[in-house]
């Protein structure tokens, strides 16, 4: 499987499909916007983080090497009101329920990033951050906090298309001390009483959209490759890191490909805690398979919205388990040194190259999982038929399937995997039965065959007790 040039990637940035390529080398520079930790994710959460898990294994399946950060927003708002509510400190609240995240994360076998960065870490670079930008006229003190005035960056709205006069009048983060409607926050003064740092500009917790800026430039400088996220956050969250960095290191642009994942629906309306009508990944993956789960997400284009149902969940599950079926019944085959197979092969090799075209076109996760699905029709077809394949063949196959699955973070179970002692008590049992009824021979076998396999057997009288010896 050689590797593929060509990747193309529709660019927020410059509303265009590139072709990508990246600042230095083959090195690729990735930051995804992660979970404020102050509840469970939901579907919608893990749209995001699983596309861009696939994306970036796919990135390394090209031969790229990829430094993937996913922050966690573990100061805010809705943490420290939380936490209020339930008498407990914050921080305390954000490390139970960045757990939970890194559990869920795992249990999609979401694997790709290298380093999930806590907001909290990092308010070193948010002082060194908001210090430049006040010294270069670009920031302003306030008695309630420190903002970034709009008006003093010209390319305010580039990323959103947004017209900048519109963008001044338009209100967020309401304060009377603030220069134009439109200005947000790098640090908001709050009570002693609260969870907080110690500033040049008082007591108080950093902006949100600073807390991006800082990590991303210490870990991958002024300039980097892929910033990811979910689509509602380019306005005013992206936009704005684009002001704090290029206004704070003079580069741009600040990152060169924006990749924005659509909204997660329920009944046409965004999946989110306020609404109350979300499904958390824990609900979902008490119900299905995380493979289920990374199909049901990946079988849409990431840019389109979806909408969540149970129903669509059943048919993701079916073709996942189509997927497994089809690499047991592969892995089953035995291996011969002469034999069928270079036809399955080659169709394995042509459906990989279908495969990495459609991701190459912007992530077509929906057309690269119809091959995925066409080689399990082959290897399906091929097992009806055979049950033998040469090992030359069974290899170039296996290698094909797995990859695929693999990029998808598709995981296989060996077949009782997890059951091991099961399977044992049963065949004990039926040797225990062919012993009542006098049958040494096979009795005997299924001991020989245990044995060979590192478990065995010690009978008192009619009772067997077994050790596995590895
Ligand atoms: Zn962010």
Redesign the pocket.
Known sequence: MAAFAGLKIYNTRTRKLEVFRPLTGNRVFMFV?GPTVYDYSHVGHARVFVFFDTVAKWLRKLGYSVFYIV?ITDVDDKIVNRAADEGTHPLELARRFESAFLEDMASLNVTAPNLYARASDYLKEIFEQIKGLISKGYAYVTPTGVYFDITKFGDYGKLSRRKPEELRVHRIEPDSNKRNPGDFALWRVRPRTEFGWESPWGYGRPGWHIE?TAITIRHFGPQYDIHG?AVE?IFP?HEA?VAQAEAYTGVKPFVNYWVHVGLLTVDGVKMSKSLGNYVTVRDALSRYSANALRIFILQNHYRKPVDFSWELLDSAAKAASKVEVAHQRLMQLERVDEGVGDELAASAERVWEGFAEAMNNDFNTPVALSHLYDLASSINDFTNKHLKISAKAFDRVRKVFEGMAEVMGLTFQAPGAGDVEEFIKLLVDVRSELRARKVWDLADMIRERLKELGVELQDSGKETRWVIRR
Request: aromatic letters at 0%; glycine letters at 14%; hydrophobic letters at 15%.
């Open positions: 916007c922050n991006d996220g956050l969250h890191e």
